[in-house]
Antibody
Framework: EVQLVESGGGLVQPGGSLRLSCAAS????????MSWVRQAPGKGLEWVAN????????NYVDSVKGRFTISRDNAKNSLYLVMNSLRAEDTAVYYC??????WGQGTLVTVSS | SYELTQAPSVSVSPGQTARITCSGD??????AYWYQQKSGQAPVLVIY???KRLSGIPERFSGSNSGTMATLTISGAQVEDEGDYYC???????????FGGGTKLTVL
């Protein structure tokens, strides 16, 4: 059974940083693209970033370029998102997604003073 | 930037056919994906690559993609099908995802 468990969310002040993690199991992690998708409270889904199987290609939505970094550790079956210079508009539930198929339950990031 | 457009809401009675549309200039060249999200839960993929269903998704869910419109059809909608439905596809830049704004389906 595919399982994706996000962690690392919480309350952070504007301008602060946070590192999200996603622990994957139940599939061959190293064989699939992985993505982060977020959902602001009461709003729709927004793709944030994705990373190729071997980490050689990374893509970002324009609003997070230069602030967020996606990475993966295939030996640990883990996906990461380092978020710097956080803004109020980054407040959202962040989901870890394998290809376009299975989603984790999400972790809430709140950016507020 | 590339956009996918969905109607904000659709309402049907139980047993009727619900059609949720998604407009995008890159259709039908790009695949369409559809997600169902119930209140407080993570999205679930109901249709991938225009018209395919994963194991466990009821047969009443189907999809099509022609012209500049992708459509999710729920034949004989049931009360448990209520929720938000999002279409998704890739941008003209490959490997950049984009989502529609979502359609709230009410079945009552």
């Amino acid at each position: 059974e595919v399982q994706l468990v996000e962690s690392g969310g919480g309350l952070v002040q504007p301008g602060g940083s946070l590192r999200l993690s996603c622990a994957a199991s139940g599939f061959t992690f190293s064989a699939y693209w992985m993505s982060w998708v977020r959902q602001a409270p009461g709003k729709g889904l927004e793709w944030v970033a994705n990373i190729k199987e071997d980490g050689s290609e990374k893509n970002y939505v324009d609003s997070v370029k230069g602030r967020f970094t996606i990475s993966r550790d295939n030996a640990k079956n883990s996906l990461y998102l380092v978020m710097n210079s956080l803004r109020a508009e980054d407040t959202a539930v962040y989901y870890c997604v394998v290809t376009s198929t299975f989603w984790g339950q999400g972790t809430l990031v709140t950016v507020s003073s | 930037s590339y956009e996918l457009t969905q109607a904000p809401s659709v309402s049907v009675s139980p047993g009727q056919t619900a059609r949720i549309t998604c407009s995008g200039d890159a259709f039908p060249k790009k695949y369409a994906y559809w997600y169902q999200q119930k209140s407080g839960q993570a999205p679930v993929l109901v249709i991938y690559e225009d018209n395919k269903r994963l194991s466990g998704i009821p047969e009443r869910f189907s999809g099509s993609n022609s012209g500049t419109m992708a459509t999710l059809t729920i034949s004989g909608a049931q009360v448990e099908d209520e929720g938000d439905y999002y279409c998704s596809s890739t941008d003209t830049i490959d490997n950049h995802w984009v989502f529609g704004g979502g359609t709230k389906l009410t079945v009552l």
